[in-house]
């Protein structure tokens, strides 16, 4: 347990649904991060949040609406997915702000776009 | 644009070999190498290596980081079966914002046999 949660683990959604990815962590920090694990390519960042604030949206598509309610979760919203984006989803934790930390994953959600 | 690449892509070796595995990279207002191990779902954490900390030392795990080379490599002796995994590099730079930001390599995946 790297004490960073997500549910669900698992998603099978159509094209015309919408649905949201859920994380939190219980470890006090202050960034959160989503990335994107497809097959035979590198961890993709998508979004970064400092303090709640939204600090990098990493040319994603509006299809993925991120929301940040307070610093221990994090949200990923959504809808009109194309099944290229079916891969792993990633939600990181760290200390945040401008020093340097390492990040903490949690388990992901396998996410299937039929 | 920031880059990492690993190498190699994938390795099986016997239990009781030591393997080295290379990290390689080009990124912008470099601040720290992470390597993380990924068996199943969540990465999770191994080494940070800084300009004030280039060498870090974990039981049968090892890393070094040489920035003149903009490289690392990540040492495992005596492998064991448990050591199967994908093993992930990663470089913090630094965003517009002052923000940290993780680039990921692809991988190298490791298979330990009996």
């Known amino acids: 347990e790297t004490g960073v949660t997500q549910t669900p683990r698992h998603l099978v959604m159509g094209m015309t649904n919408k649905k949201s990815l859920k994380c939190e962590q219980h470890?006090?920090?202050?960034?959160m991060y989503w990335y994107k694990q497809s097959a035979k390519k590198p961890l993709e960042l998508m979004f970064v949040y400092n303090f709640k604030e939204q600090t990098e949206n990493n040319s994603v598509p509006s299809r993925f609406s991120p929301e940040c309610p307070n610093s221990s979760h994090l949200f990923l919203h959504l809808h009109t997915l194309q099944p290229e984006d079916s891969a792993l989803y990633l939600c990181?934790?760290?200390?945040?702000?401008?020093?340097?930390?390492?990040?903490?994953f949690g388990p992901g959600t396998r996410l299937t776009v039929t | 644009e920031d880059k990492v690449v690993q190498s190699p892509l994938s390795l099986v070796v016997h239990e009781g070999d030591t393997v080295t595995l290379n990290c390689s990279y080009e990124v912008t207002n470099f601040r720290s190498l992470l390597w993380y191990k990924q068996e199943k779902k969540a990465p999770t954490f191994l080494f940070m290596l800084t300009s004030s900390g280039i060498e870090k030392k974990s039981g049968r795990l090892s890393s070094i980081l040489d920035k003149k080379e903009l490289s690392s490599i990540l040492n495992i002796t005596a492998t064991q079966t448990g050591d199967s995994a994908i093993y992930l590099c990663?470089?913090?730079?630094?965003?517009?914002?002052?923000?940290?930001?993780?680039?990921f390599g692809t991988g190298t995946r490791l298979l330990v046999s009996p």
């Open positions: 470890l006090g920090h202050n960034a």
């Open positions: 990663a470089v913090e730079a630094r965003m517009n914002t002052g923000f940290q930001k993780l680039v």
């Open positions: 990181a934790s760290s200390q945040g702000g401008l020093a340097t930390y390492e990040q903490y």
